[in-house]
């Protein structure tokens, strides 16, 4: 609505300001019989066209305001055109050249008038015009700053969202891959030990399904995993989930426990002086055993695993190695965002971390959490 009331009450303001008829009237080419106010109409039409073209074209108006102010007296239309220019140019060269040109036609001295009692001209019909010109156009170019900054940090705002909803959908992933390959791992295990160690075809046939079974669960929980980043947001949780306590070192044994119930032989070994650390490094050390207990599940087998918690005087060192693994049991399906999403929560706490084969086969898995 404004940009439209600006765009019509320019033309007309051109047009009053043509339209006012002043003591002198066009003399030239035989215009002197033409009543002043049909004058007064055609000049306020004339203005009033070529102001519908500023600021695109500024010169046209200006043109108009130099010939009525010299043929017949400085007046309102100069004040429109002093208006416009201030709003229009950017340069301070060029409405410093305006300002000058204008204010000396303001006070060309008319045959009825002095040049002193013409002073009062510039003023009146530039300056003021000018000033206002400029306060508006400094205010125009706030808005649009305080506008154009509004709309960067809306997109910002809204990057930031899609940033956190990316990393909140790849840490429900990485949760998950945690919780449920771990757990799902273990079944497939002990199924498959179950089929060995059978006594009857019945049971062995039975082992067989929920092993296999197992197997397509870990496939589908990868495709599942997948899809997973293209989940919009997480649904709340309730309060069971709010409430239930995360793993810490207290809850190791328990977890090396499960992993020996199936045939791994799991070795544990404590260096330095046990104390307490905070309760995000115990639970990213639980995560990182987790994690690398997984893997020799999918792709070690039966392999022997050593398990080191290290206290250190200002960190917290655990490693996870397995040797070359004995048997030739089948690598089971990954998803391919363990390794990947335990860097990431090690890191965000200023650890480091890594993970690689050795020379003689195995495979280590390291994290050093400061404490």
Request: with cysteine; net charge neutral; charged share 20%.
């Amino acid at each position: 609505m404004r940009d439209r009331l600006v765009t019509v009450a320019l033309p007309a303001a051109a047009f009053c300001a043509g339209f006012v008829p002043d003591a002198r009237p066009y003399t030239f080419f035989g215009l002197a019989s033409v009543p002043v106010y049909i004058q007064g109409a055609a000049i306020g039409l004339l203005a009033a066209a070529v102001a519908w073209t500023a600021p695109r074209r500024l010169w046209p108006l200006l043109l108009v305001a130099a010939v009525d102010s010299v043929a017949r007296s400085p007046g309102f239309l100069l004040s429109v055109a002093s208006y416009v220019a201030a709003t229009t140019y950017r340069r301070p060269l060029h409405l410093t050249v305006f300002a000058v040109v204008a204010s000396l036609l303001a006070v060309v001295p008319q045959p009825e008038a002095e040049f002193l009692s013409s002073l009062g001209g510039a003023p009146l019909f530039v300056w003021f015009p000018l000033v206002i010109g400029l306060w508006v156009g400094a205010r125009r170019q706030v808005v649009t700053g305080l506008r154009e900054r509004a709309e960067r940090l809306e997109r910002e705002r809204a990057a930031l969202d899609g940033r956190a909803r990316a990393q909140e959908r790849a840490r429900i992933a990485r949760d998950m891959h945690d919780v449920v390959a771990h757990r799902v791992s273990l079944m497939v295990l002990r199924a498959g030990a179950l089929e060995i160690n059978a006594v009857d075809e019945k049971t062995a046939a039975e082992a067989e399904l929920i092993r296999v079974t197992g197997k397509e669960a870990l496939e589908q929980l990868r495709a599942v995993l997948g899809i997973l980043t293209e989940v919009p947001r997480r649904p709340p949780m309730t309060g069971d989930e709010v409430l239930e306590p995360q793993p810490t070192l207290a809850d190791l044994d328990w977890l090396l426990n499960q992993s020996r119930s199936v045939g791994i032989p799991v070795e544990r070994r404590d260096e330095g002086t046990a104390r307490e650390v905070p309760v995000m490094v115990q639970h990213t050390a639980y995560r990182t055993v987790q994690e690398a207990l997984t893997n020799i599940h999918k792709h070690a087998g039966m392999a022997a695993t050593q398990v080191v918690v290290h206290y250190l005087p200002s960190a917290l060192e655990v490693t996870i190695k397995n040797s070359v693994p004995s048997d030739d049991t089948p690598a089971m399906p990954g998803s391919g965002l363990g390794l990947i999403g335990l860097r990431e929560r090690i890191e965000l706490l200023g650890g480091g971390f890594a993970a690689g084969r050795e020379a003689d086969g195995g495979f280590l898995v390291s994290a050093r959490l400061p404490t």
